[in-house]
């Protein structure tokens, strides 16, 4: 019999008033327990929101009934679709992603030269102003005046002249010197010709190549149609490792899609309103970023997991983060944007942590660990990776100053000695062919042996 759809286990996922209040239960919360389905009590069992002994007592009645917790295990499909290595590698590292590559940096060099040219262009007015004063057609007064406002009078007199072009918006806002430079163009003087060239060169050309280069980048980024989503567990609070694993990454697991990580004080997510988080220096994204601000904050009061840094506190930020999973369009955004640490950082409560790191861990293509130092949460995570079988899907890495000790956590489980993969202070691989394919493999594993339960959203431990 197939198992619920993921949909349907996530509405399980519901903190009940009855259940929240430490002690023993009331009337109300027992009756509320045993009206529950088998997945709602499996959920109800798990929920950090809920007392201990509501907890205690939803999985008791949930053995009672011959359930286990795994029911209430929500697993996101993805996005890969099945295919074998070699159409995998050619997906992640192949032209388009060569496209999305470039067009990004052209995009970001295209601006850099479209300023120069603004510059250029502004620069070359002085010289055209003074050709325009020594032949008589301005006045001295005006060419020391061309910073002032223009008056009524003289807005009348320029829309009378047939220059109500070089009208600003708000025309009370036009200083003199765009109508003296239009004056000096119209008498065909060479210092005006070469700057008008100048400034049509940027706005017709310059500003064409840009919007191209950014239609592409958006198209081969935003649209893209089939990203890997990649579970990062590592050590947190670590100056060191988290240098180096910002640029694993950005380097080596950016490549594949959306990759997931919890925050911590080195590899943190954009503050809601601080400046990177505001004006992204990507310039594409910071053009729209800053308007937006406040629908973003309006939007946020509804769901703490979009517009802004993904926050899990709730079984209802809980559910509203399985779903933004499943926002293809607004994860490529989210990872494009950023100028490193490409990866969707999110934040949770003390309490919520396990199941936000159990659900990203059912709902990934691979498991990325590292093993470079192991504390009581990484032991939680591998025992856990252990228990479903999980490992089939996971890649080890390591820094490599810390080898042995990750080596030594590796031979404690039965798992045939998997393969480690070592990068150094940089966050540099040793050998980055080598791990690629072993992430390739991986994928291809999971993709292949989740598309039967692609439909339900969970893969069993024995097909993972």
């Given at each position: 019999?197939?198992?619920?759809?993921?949909?349907?286990?996530?509405?399980?996922?519901?903190?009940?008033?009855?259940?929240?209040?430490?002690?023993?239960?009331?009337?109300?919360?027992?009756?509320?327990?045993?009206?529950?389905?088998?997945?709602?009590?499996?959920?109800?069992?798990?929920?950090?929101?809920?007392?201990?002994?509501?907890?205690?007592?939803?999985?008791?009645?949930?053995?009672?009934?011959?359930?286990?917790?795994?029911?209430?295990?929500?697993?996101?499909?993805?996005?890969?679709?099945?295919?074998?290595?070699?159409?995998?590698?050619?997906?992640?590292?192949?032209?388009?992603?060569?496209?999305?590559?470039?067009?990004?940096?052209?995009?970001?060099?295209?601006?850099?030269?479209?300023?120069?040219?603004?510059?250029?262009?502004?620069?070359?007015?002085?010289?055209?102003?003074?050709?325009?004063?020594?032949?008589?057609?301005?006045?001295?007064?005006?060419?020391?005046?061309?910073?002032?406002?223009?008056?009524?009078?003289?807005?009348?007199?320029?829309?009378?002249?047939?220059?109500?072009?070089?009208?600003?918006?708000?025309?009370?806002?036009?200083?003199?010197?765009?109508?003296?430079?239009?004056?000096?163009?119209?008498?065909?003087?060479?210092?005006?010709?070469?700057?008008?060239?100048?400034?049509?060169?940027?706005?017709?050309?310059?500003?064409?190549?840009?919007?191209?280069?950014?239609?592409?980048?958006?198209?081969?980024?935003?649209?893209?149609?089939?990203?890997?989503?990649?579970?990062?567990?590592?050590?947190?609070?670590?100056?060191?490792?988290?240098?180096?694993?910002?640029?694993?990454?950005?380097?080596?697991?950016?490549?594949?899609?959306?990759?997931?990580?919890?925050?911590?004080?080195?590899?943190?997510?954009?503050?809601?309103?601080?400046?990177?988080?505001?004006?992204?220096?990507?310039?594409?994204?910071?053009v729209v970023s800053l308007p937006w601000l406040p629908f973003r904050l309006l939007l946020r009061q509804f769901?703490?997991?979009?517009?802004?840094?993904?926050?899990?506190?709730?079984?209802?930020?809980?559910?509203?983060?399985?779903?933004?999973?499943?926002?293809?369009?607004?994860?490529?955004?989210?990872?494009?944007?950023?100028?490193?640490?490409?990866?969707?950082?999110?934040?949770?409560?003390?309490?919520?942590?396990?199941?936000?790191?159990?659900?990203?861990?059912?709902?990934?293509?691979?498991?990325?660990?590292?093993?470079?130092?192991?504390?009581?949460?990484?032991?939680?995570?591998?025992?856990?990776i252990d228990r479903l079988q999980e490992w089939r899907r996971a890649v080890f890495t390591a820094h490599e100053?810390?080898?042995?000790?990750?080596r030594d956590v590796l031979a404690e489980y039965d798992w045939g000695e998997p393969d480690l993969y070592l990068?150094?202070?940089?966050?540099?691989?040793?050998?980055?062919?080598?791990?690629?394919?072993?992430?390739?493999?991986?994928?291809?594993?999971?993709?292949?042996?989740?598309?039967?339960?692609?439909?339900?959203?969970?893969?069993?431990?024995?097909?993972?």
């Amino acid at each position: 019999m197939a198992r619920p759809g993921w949909k349907i286990r996530l509405k399980a996922w519901r903190t009940h008033a009855q259940l929240r209040k430490e002690g023993e239960l009331t009337g109300r919360a027992l009756a509320r327990l045993e009206a529950m389905s088998l997945i709602e009590l499996a959920a109800a069992a798990q929920n950090p929101s809920h007392s201990q002994d509501a907890r205690s007592a939803a999985r008791k009645l949930l053995e009672q009934k011959g359930g286990t917790l795994d029911l209430a295990d929500v697993a996101v499909p993805g996005f890969v679709k099945p295919q074998p290595v070699e159409k995998l590698r050619r997906k992640f590292f192949g032209l388009f992603r060569e496209i999305r590559k470039w067009t990004g940096v052209f995009s970001i060099l295209f601006f850099v030269v479209l300023i120069g040219l603004a510059g250029v262009s502004e620069e070359l007015k002085i010289p055209a102003l003074e050709e325009a004063r020594d032949a008589g057609i301005i006045s001295s007064d005006e060419f020391f005046n061309r910073g002032e406002k223009l008056s009524e009078s003289q807005i009348a007199d320029a829309k009378a002249q047939g220059m109500g072009h070089v009208l600003e918006t708000w025309e009370s806002n036009t200083e003199l010197e765009a109508v003296l430079i239009e004056r000096a163009r119209r008498a065909d003087l060479p210092a005006a010709k070469r700057q008008a060239l100048w400034e049509n060169i940027g706005l017709n050309i310059g500003v064409g190549v840009w919007m191209a280069t950014i239609a592409s980048w958006f198209t081969f980024s935003i649209l893209r149609t089939q990203p890997g989503r990649i579970l990062l567990l590592r050590k947190f609070n670590n100056k060191t490792l988290g240098k180096a694993m910002a640029n694993v990454i950005t380097t080596e697991l950016r490549p594949f899609g959306h990759v997931l990580t919890l925050e911590d004080k080195h590899i943190k997510a954009q503050t809601f309103f601080g400046i990177r988080g505001v004006i992204s220096p990507n310039p594409v994204y910071a053009v729209v970023s800053l308007p937006w601000l406040p629908f973003r904050l309006l939007l946020r009061q509804f769901n703490r997991t979009k517009w802004g840094p993904a926050w899990v506190g709730s079984a209802r930020n809980f559910r509203c983060l399985a779903k933004r999973l499943r926002e293809r369009m607004s994860l490529n955004l989210e990872v494009s944007w950023k100028a490193k640490r490409e990866a969707f950082i999110v934040r949770t409560s003390d309490q919520w942590w396990q199941e936000v790191i159990a659900l990203m861990m059912h709902s990934s293509d691979v498991i990325v660990v590292d093993l470079s130092e192991v504390t009581s949460g990484t032991q939680w995570e591998l025992e856990r990776i252990d228990r479903l079988q999980e490992w089939r899907r996971a890649v080890f890495t390591a820094h490599e100053e810390r080898e042995d000790r990750a080596r030594d956590v590796l031979a404690e489980y039965d798992w045939g000695e998997p393969d480690l993969y070592l990068y150094d202070k940089l966050g540099d691989m040793h050998d980055q062919k080598a791990f690629r394919m072993a992430m390739l493999t991986a994928m291809e594993r999971r993709v292949n042996a989740g598309s039967g339960a692609s439909k339900t959203g969970l893969v069993s431990s024995e097909g993972a």
